[in-house]
């Protein structure tokens, strides 16, 4: 791709996205960290469009910044911890080294291959998305559907639903070691 | 000029910093939140192929990133909904905290 | 003379069509030089064309829905509403402007005081971005997406995120309950949206807003005659998304003072304000654009201009907003999210599959679309009636014969967040 727009575009969402990345982990607060993935999140689904694919984006907005945001932001509300900061382990330094390694490794394949080039511009994704995934993969597009059914009553299996009994509030070692924070 | 390997730099990088971050914290939220950039940055890789890449099927990376954002969605759901539970039943969601089952 | 009379022009000053001008000089711009040095330049004059008209809209029709809306309001209340502030109080948006400005915009000292600044600033981004991909007349949409339809549902579904950030660092009880409200609130009536706006995509076969039209334009139909269930499920979807009464419960002034921007003060809530009326706005302009025909009315765009057509459309259907807002009473959020759950999603779906079979059987067997048209109209029309008036006679709440005597009902709010 070259030209001005998508040039530029592609360096400052580079830039953009990577500093989300980083500064995920370099938060001191976790609600800070989670609004930095919600706009790492939204950086990518520029990429998407930058790569041409248009459906995907729009799906990654809807799914990631949307739902999956909205999610983890209750599972932080609903686990309020004694420091709100994401406490690090021992292993920060082995964990940057081994982060190094494998994007090394990734970066060495990316540039000592001979790809087999070529330009893929759709005129239309969805047209294509849709054809593709009621012919050719219609079965993994249902099991897909199943898989997402199994994970919604897991989750609401696994938390309890409605029928949550008020006795594992009342005096367990749970209420003891919390402290209502903000 | 733009081209494949500047994207498959990029997902390295994310893949490595998401990586980082879930070898890094103790809250089992932000362990998730690195496996999601982890997911994201394979996400990016292979819309790069399916863009940059001769193939008989070129959408064939779309409908794989299709899949993967919707495993990833089920596999967050569920995390979070385990992680709810354990700081019902044991207090915290510190990751070195709940080592019941360690040798 | 008799050239303007008739179908609307490419040449630059035909101004019915806005869009002539703009492409006249992007034309004369990619011509300077040899032909293809100053492309970039007409990129960025396209650009920023693009976004100065959309601000410069955005910010004359807020100024106008201000007074439209609290006059309108205001009768409907059996009230003057502003009649001091000028003629006919027309006044006053500017002195509500005045009045915003000059006030103190307070910060919570214990509060996050970054994520609390940058609240009303991003709420204003999925405005600004469904505005842009409104079709204000044939070659006057922004930005012609492909996925336009999605990507209206994408952008808005950034909202909730904003509630909680404002909710959240404003450090007060009722803005977190607020912001947790509105948020369950939101993401429930997604999905309904989403499914309805499935429907309308199945029939016309488009999903970028300029091909719905002119799917229209084509079948010479609004398609809320042949989708009625999916413009009724939309239109209160969206009502839901937009936090005003009767689905304001993030909000509720009689309950928690001002919900999630009761720390608000001085301009940043002026963003908040302007924001809800700017997403009203929007919706009405998407329900004009998918529904009822957005720049088009039968063939009457030769005389009036195109973007004329779409602003009154706007307005118009504007003011089926402001009449569910001045006549219902406020539901409470258990009650909304039921309705959602329970009354909206399924008749969503069926919709869809009726949709799809009607599509299917007229695609298939290559009818013409003189039949298939009124019939698939007539039986739209007749299930939306028949799934409503029975869903709710079987599933809904029966009005009591005799009063009764009063007892005890236990009744838990299932939706609060521990």
């Known amino acids: 791709m070259s030209g001005f727009g998508p040039v530029s575009a592609f360096y400052v969402l580079a830039v953009l996205s990577i500093g989300s990345a980083l500064a995920v982990m370099a938060a001191r607060s976790i609600i800070h960290a989670v609004l930095f993935l919600v706009l790492f999140f939204v950086s990518l689904a520029a990429m998407f469009v930058l790569l041409s694919a248009d459906f995907v984006a729009v799906a990654q907005l809807l799914v990631y910044a949307g739902a999956i945001g909205v999610l983890v932001v209750f599972a932080i509300l609903l686990t309020p911890s004694r420091d709100r900061r994401g406490m690090e382990t021992k292993f920060v330094g082995p964990g940057l080294l081994a982060g190094a390694v494998v994007a090394g490794t990734v970066v060495f394949i990316a540039f000592n291959t001979n790809w087999d080039t070529a330009s893929n511009d759709f005129p239309s994704t969805v047209d294509a998305i849709g054809q593709a995934l009621l012919n050719r993969w219609a079965l993994p597009f249902e099991i897909a559907s199943v898989l997402l059914i199994a994970a919604m009553i897991g989750a609401i299996v696994v938390v309890g639903g409605r029928g949550v009994d008020l006795d594992t509030h009342a005096a367990g070692p749970a209420t003891r070691l919390v402290r209502r924070e903000r | 000029m733009v081209s494949l390997e500047h994207f498959l730099v990029v997902g390295a990088v994310l893949f490595g910093i998401g990586l980082w971050i879930a070898l890094s914290k103790r809250n089992a939220v932000l362990i998730l939140m690195g496996i999601e950039i982890m997911l994201n940055a394979v996400n990016l890789t292979l819309l790069a192929f399916s863009r940059f890449v001769k193939s008989p099927t070129p959408i064939a990376g779309h409908i794989f990133v299709i899949f993967v954002i919707t495993v990833a969605a089920a596999e967050a759901s569920v995390a979070l909904a385990m992680v709810v539970s354990v700081y019902r039943n044991r207090g915290t969601i510190d990751v070195d905290q709940i080592d019941l089952l360690r040798f | ?418």
């Open chain 3, 1 to 418: 003379m008799t050239a303007l009379c008739g179908y609307v022009l490419s040449e630059w000053y035909d101004l019915r069509d806005l869009g002539n001008p703009v492409q006249a000089l992007l034309d004369w711009i990619n011509g300077w030089g040899d032909g293809s040095t100053f492309h970039w330049l007409a990129y960025v004059v396209a650009g920023l064309i693009g976004a100065a008209a959309i601000g410069l809209f955005l910010g004359i029709a807020m100024l106008s829905l201000i007074w439209i809306e609290r006059k309108a309001v205001s009768r409907i209340q059996i009230r003057y509403g502003p009649n001091r502030t000028g003629p006919f109080g027309l006044l006053q948006p500017v002195a509500d402007a005045l009045k915003l400005m000059q006030k103190e915009a307070l910060t919570p000292l214990a509060g996050d005081k970054y994520v609390f600044w940058l609240a009303p600033v991003v709420i204003f981004i999925p405005t600004l971005l469904v505005f842009g991909v409104l079709p204000f007349g044939p070659k006057m949409t922004a930005a012609n997406i492909n996925v336009a339809v999605l990507y209206i549902v994408a952008v808005g579904s950034a909202t909730p995120l904003v509630i909680f950030m404002a909710g959240w660092s404003s450090n007060n009880k009722y803005s977190l309950l607020g912001a947790m409200r509105g948020i369950a609130m939101a993401i429930s009536y997604e999905i309904p949206m989403v499914l309805s706006l499935l429907g309308v995509v199945l029939f016309t076969g488009h999903m970028d807003l300029n091909g719905i039209v002119q799917w229209q334009q084509k079948y010479h139909v609004w398609l809320i005659v042949l989708q009625p269930l999916a413009a009724l499920t939309y239109f209160i979807s969206a009502s839901a998304e937009l936090n005003r009464t009767p689905t304001d419960i993030a909000e509720a002034e009689s309950e928690i003072v001002a919900g999630y921007h009761t720390e608000y003060s001085g301009m940043k809530f002026g963003l908040f304000y302007a924001v809800e009326l700017g997403n009203a706005l929007a919706v009405s302009g998407i329900w004009a654009t998918l529904f009822f025909g957005g720049w088009w009315l039968f063939g009457l765009d030769r005389w009036i201009p195109a973007w004329l057509i779409f602003l009154g459309k706007m307005y118009i259907l504007y003011g089926a907003l402001i009449l569910t807002r001045g006549t219902l009473p406020r539901l409470r959020i258990d009650q909304l999210l039921d309705f959602a759950w329970k009354f909206l999603l399924p008749l969503a779906l069926v919709n869809v599959l009726v949709v799809a079979a009607e599509v299917t059987i007229w695609q298939e067997n290559g009818i013409s679309a003189g039949w298939v048209l009124p019939i698939a109209a007539v039986i739209n029309i007749v299930l939306s009636g028949v799934l409503i008036v029975g869903y709710t006679q079987t599933f809904g709440f029966a009005r009591r014969q005799r009063p009764r005597r009063a007892r005890l009902v236990t009744d838990t709010l299932a939706a609060m967040p521990q």
